[in-house]
Nanobody, 120 residues
Framework: QWQLVESGGGLVQPGGSLRLSCAAS????????MGWYRQAPGKERELVAI???????NYADSVKGRFTISRDNAKKMVYLQMDSLKPEDTAVYYC??????????????WGQGTQVTVSS
């Protein structure tokens, strides 16, 4: 049984930056695929970024060049650095984990979510 806890959300102006953190518990963190999803009001949940246990990363087209996912296996932490934020990035952001595959299409664990609001 894993637990994931997000932090770092808040209010930021367009063009600003924010860094989200996800603290994980459980075994075999280093080989799990970690990801960030987001869900904006009235929209479906979408996958933003993933970081596999093998070290590969992928990003949604909407955030490429602006967001960076990283992880620290010793600390069992995953991060999402968000730069050049836009109002359309406003959403609840969720950390997710898949212990067995190199995707997070069907994660076993979810965090509670953290609100990111981009507004002037």
């Amino acid at each position: 049984q894993w637990q994931l806890v997000e932090s770092g959300g808040g209010l930021v102006q367009p063009g600003g930056s924010l860094r989200l953190s996800c603290a994980a518990s459980g075994t075999f963190f280093s080989i799990a695929t970690m990801g960030w999803y987001r869900q904006a009001p009235g929209k479906e949940r979408e996958l933003v970024a993933i970081f596999t246990g093998g070290g590969s990363t992928n990003y949604a087209d909407s955030v490429k060049g602006r967001f960076t996912i990283s992880r620290d296996n010793a600390k069992k932490m995953v991060y999402l650095q968000m730069d050049s934020l836009k109002p359309e990035d406003t959403a609840v952001y969720y950390c997710a984990a898949d212990r067995y595959t190199d995707t997070v299409n069907r994660p076993q664990y979810w965090g509670q979510g953290t609100q990111v609001t981009v507004s002037s």
